[in-house]
């Protein structure tokens, strides 16, 4: 198992940014892919990004494409989700997790994750 914490939630006015980080610890974080999911009030958990083991594949939900970035530096076992041009929509407590299986590319269902963070709450204000 990989412990994961997640960091770096809070309150930003529409058109901010705001930059997750989700620290890694256990089993080897280079050798999985990883992604963050959100879960909006009163909704289901879903898909927003994920990133490949090596780094070098990215995904993205097409809600926020073109607005989110997804990063990982393998040698501080550290996720990043650089979030800019925030939305009232985009507010809800994001989730990082890593995949259950070595080396895949794109991840993207959330029972294929087997890990997960506690959350961090992400509020946009109009």
């Known amino acids: 198992q990989v412990q994961l914490v997640e960091s770096g939630g809070g309150l930003v006015q529409a058109g901010g940014s705001l930059r997750l980080s989700c620290a890694a610890s256990?089993?080897?974080?280079?050798?999985?892919?990883m992604g963050w999911f959100r879960q909006p009030p009163g909704k289901e958990r879903e898909f927003v990004a994920t990133?490949?083991?090596?780094?070098?594949?990215?995904y993205y939900a097409d809600s926020v494409k073109g607005r989110f970035t997804i990063s990982r530096d393998n040698a501080k076992n550290t996720l990043y989700l650089q979030m800019n041009s925030l939305k009232p929509e985009d507010t809800a407590v994001y989730y990082c997790?890593?995949?259950?299986?070595?080396?895949?590319?794109?991840?993207?269902?959330?029972?294929?994750?087997?890990?997960w963070g506690q959350g961090t709450q992400v509020t946009v204000s109009s």
């Open positions: 997790a890593a995949d259950r299986m070595l080396k895949r590319t794109v991840v993207t269902n959330l029972q294929d994750f087997g890990s």
């Open positions: 256990g089993r080897s974080f280079s050798m999985y892919a």
């Open positions: 990133i490949n083991w090596s780094g070098g594949s990215q």
